[in-house]
């Protein structure tokens, strides 16, 4: 009887998984302009950063989401013990910290999506696929971002020229903090739109570069 039990729940859930799949819920997938933005990194993947006075960091990769397709939830918690679901969407989280210090305290975190450009609609209208547009952010633990830590990339923002070594970049966005303090004392950071942080500044006068981009 288990047996049988068993084998009308696994029916139930493959048929429930298949209808979900091949139910036409809108789905806002990368596009390609989106995946020529979204960093590559492999899963033993290690950036280094060094100063005018030869010091080092390294920031080897934490984690690493394996699958782009997420489905979009709302409703969890004590009040909402049931979970909506909503439109599919692609997603990519790229985490590193740094072995020199505190992990939970200095890292460095990538996320890249498409979202719909009216999500209450989206959510409303989960068979009707709406505009969408592709969203870039990045949390150092030692910047101050906005209100949440964060920087958002803006594709649209004029970018500068920076040499490293014998490399020039020439895709940079500078960003400056709104405020430093002991904890986030990072002044200034370089992002270069196809390679990701290249470089910081800090209260120090201490500007780190990157050195090392390996696998």
Known sequence: MKKVTLLCFLLVFMSCSLSD??????????????INRILNYSKNHTLAFKNQNDEI????????????????????????????????????????????????Q????????????????AKENIYTKQTSSFYAYLDFSLFN???????????????????????????????????TTNTRNVTTLYYDEFEGVIGFDDLKNLEWRLISNYN
């Open 57 to 104: 960091l390294n920031f080897p990769i934490d984690k690493i989401s394996d699958e782009y397709k997420t489905r979009y939830a709302t409703g969890f918690g004590f009040f909402s013990p049931a979970a909506s679901y909503h439109y599919f969407y692609d997603n990519k989280d790229i985490n590193f910290y740094s072995t020199d210090t505190d992990p939970y």
């Open 145 to 179: 971002g906005d209100s949440y830590g964060r920087v958002k990339i803006d594709y649209n923002k004029p970018k500068s020229t920076l040499t490293i070594g014998n490399k020039t970049y020439t895709n940079v966005f500078i960003f400056k903090a709104k405020k």
């Open 21 to 34: 799949k091949d139910s036409g819920i809108a789905y806002y997938h990368h596009e390609q302009s989106d």
């Open 106 to 121: 200095f890292n460095l975190k990538y996320n890249f999506y498409r979202w719909p450009d009216d999500y209450e609609t």
